[in-house]
């Protein structure tokens, strides 16, 4: 291709989260020469641990499971250890506008009837979860939102409150932009159980943080990993892309891998355009815009569970950490624009929708929505997308491959959709080029 280029190489890895960098780990054990271009200062995307409020936090993504084959499979690899936070011993959830008080298995008996109901057809519309949009039956559901068929089940006020706040915790986003199937989809990888989904999605994380499995997988891998590193264009035919960073370098490739989130894809810079499932799609947006805020009060308290409505700043806030004198919750609201997380004095005043007792000492978070390397949450489909655009958003253009959390089969949205993403498209990248004519074979064989 023409014009002047700084570096040559065999695959560019456009994003260094985690599917970034699984991505690169195969390529560079199979023998590619890759270079990661990540354009924030530091590794892992959407997963993000930092130390705040006096602990290791998840300002991103967090929870896994051992019925998420891909993530464990990691935290087996590399020997991590998985722990949770402490077991709640109370409950607070809305009646209307009464507080109730009780157990979390009292909560959970209160929206077990619902969520049967919800979720009965689970495996009739997707019974492959690892192919989920096989089944024809599929498209009639994904015209609905999960607001439309909680609507649908005329439950009384503290159950339909306490399950409706249950749904915007998983969703992260407002309930009648959510699409029903992406419930129908986390339901369906835990073989219809709503209370494994529940589990899965919830309460194990890593004890190191993911940050101990970001470094993992970066020490594994052979890849340059460059941090610092936006790229702004990407030019591809036939022969293979050259890629144009925001400091004027250019790195030429056979392959590139575009990792990034579906509310973004669409702004890059991209010739020929990437086909126009992926950019209706990103025109679109994704569902999921909410709010996850960590909040260290005054101790010692009960850990507990809280849930209340999705009219609410927070919808669900539960306890995290405790010690001897201080506490540290996590909270989650459908629509950051309605919380400040920075803001003491708002997270406050959004605790006593439950109760008054509990004094804010700090708060923390990280706007994913203004964030311009996201513009997003964790993956959660509007009505219609995963029908109409999954297969195109999967689908590689040329020289061009993608690898997404945001597009990946059976857990999309978790660490280990970013894996399976990583693992698929590496395997159809190795499968296309021949490792003996790659530039690492090269310069081994020149300096025998």
Do not use: C
């Not at 570096?7 to 780990?25: K, N, P, Y």
């Not at 087996?76 to 011993?89: C, D, I, K, S």
């Not at 008054?356 to 923390?364: A, F, H, P, R």
Request: proline share 4%; glycine share 10%; aromatic share 6%.
């Amino acid at each position: 291709m023409a014009g002047s280029t700084d570096r040559e190489v065999d695959v560019v890895v456009v994003g260094g989260g985690i599917a970034g960098l699984v991505t690169a780990r195969e390529l560079s054990r199979s023998g590619f020469d890759v270079v990661v271009l990540e354009a924030r200062e530091r590794l892992g995307g959407r997963v993000f641990t930092d130390h705040r409020l006096g602990r290791d936090l998840e300002i991103g993504g967090n929870w896994l499971h051992w019925v998420q084959p891909h993530a464990w499979a990691e935290v087996t690899r590399y020997g991590l250890g998985v722990t949770r936070g402490p077991r709640p011993e109370e409950a607070y959830w809305l009646a209307g506008d009464e507080v109730r008080r009780g157990t979390l298995d009292e909560f959970m008996q209160l929206i077990d009837p619902g969520m049967r109901r919800l979720l009965a057809d689970t495996m009739r519309f997707i019974p492959r979860p690892d192919d989920p949009t096989a089944a024809p039956a599929l498209a009639e559901a994904d015209r609905h939102s999960v607001q439309d068929k909680l609507d649908e089940l005329q439950l009384g006020v503290e159950e339909y409150h306490a399950n409706e706040a249950a749904w915007v915790g998983h969703f992260n986003a407002p309930l009648p932009d959510g699409a029903f199937t992406s419930a129908l989809r986390w339901t369906a990888a835990t073989a219809g159980s709503w209370h494994l989904m529940h589990e899965a999605s919830a309460v194990f994380r890593l004890a190191g943080g993911t940050k101990a499995l970001v470094a993992a997988i970066a020490a594994d891998t052979d890849a340059d990993l460059r941090t610092g590193a936006e790229v702004r264009r990407i030019e591809h035919d036939a022969d293979g892309a050259r890629v144009h960073l925001a400091d004027g370098q250019v790195v030429t490739a056979r392959r590139v891998v575009l990792t990034l989130p579906q509310n973004i894809i669409g702004d890059l810079d991209v010739s020929p355009p990437l086909n126009e499932g992926k950019l209706a799609a990103s025109r679109e947006k994704a569902a999921s815009r909410g709010t996850k805020v960590w909040i260290r009060v005054r101790g010692p308290i009960t850990p507990f569970f809280a849930y209340s409505r999705a009219a609410e700043p927070l919808s669900v806030v539960r306890t995290e950490y405790i010690g001897d004198d201080d506490a540290v919750l996590v909270g989650f609201g459908a629509d950051s624009t309605r919380l400040d997380v920075t803001d003491r004095d708002a997270v406050q005043r959004a605790l006593r929708v439950w109760r008054n007792d509990l004094e804010v000492l700090e708060v923390t978070g990280h706007d994913w929505m203004s964030d311009p390397y996201s513009r997003e949450t964790w993956l959660m489909n509007r009505p219609g997308q995963v029908t109409r655009y999954l297969a195109a958003q999967q689908a590689s253009e040329g020289v061009l491959h993608f690898a997404s959390s945001d597009i990946a089969n059976l857990w999309a949205g978790f660490i280990d959709g970013a894996v399976e993403s990583a693992l698929r498209t590496a395997r159809e990248i190795t499968g296309g080029l021949d490792p003996a004519r790659s530039r690492t074979a090269a310069r081994v064989g020149s300096a025998t």
